[in-house]
Nanobody, 117 residues
Framework: QVQLVESGGGLVQPGGSLRLSCVVSGSIFSLNNMGWYRQAPGKQREAVADITSSGRPNYSDSVKGRFTISRDNAKNTMYLQMTSLKPEDTAVYYC???????????WGQGTQVTVSS
């Protein structure tokens, strides 16, 4: 059994910053890609950023240059540093991991990020 717990969301003004964390616990083995997704009200869930097991990041065009994804493999933790936040970044942010040979996926429960003045 694997659990993913996100934290760090909240209310922030436009231009502000937040740092999200995703802690993975339980029966962990061969942790592969990890990623952040978000879903705004009335919209489909979309990929924000992902990072390989070796630390290579990839970003969506909408967040490139503003968000930074990282991971600490020793702590089974992934981070998303978000800066220059915009109202359109408002969404529930989810973390996702891939694990094992068959890259089974697991999702967290989500954390709300609201960007508003």
């Amino acid at each position: 059994q694997v659990q993913l717990v996100e934290s760090g969301g909240g209310l922030v003004q436009p231009g502000g910053s937040l740092r999200l964390s995703c802690v993975v616990s339980g029966s962990i083995f061969s942790l592969n890609n990890m990623g952040w997704y978000r879903q705004a009200p009335g919209k489909q869930r979309e990929a924000v950023a992902d990072i390989t097991s070796s630390g290579r990041p990839n970003y969506s065009d909408s967040v490139k240059g503003r968000f930074t994804i990282s991971r600490d493999n020793a702590k089974n933790t992934m981070y998303l540093q978000m800066t220059s936040l915009k109202p359109e970044d408002t969404a529930v942010y989810y973390c996702k991991i891939e694990m094992g040979t068959f890259r089974r996926t697991y999702w967290g429960q989500g954390t709300q990020v609201t960007v508003s003045s």
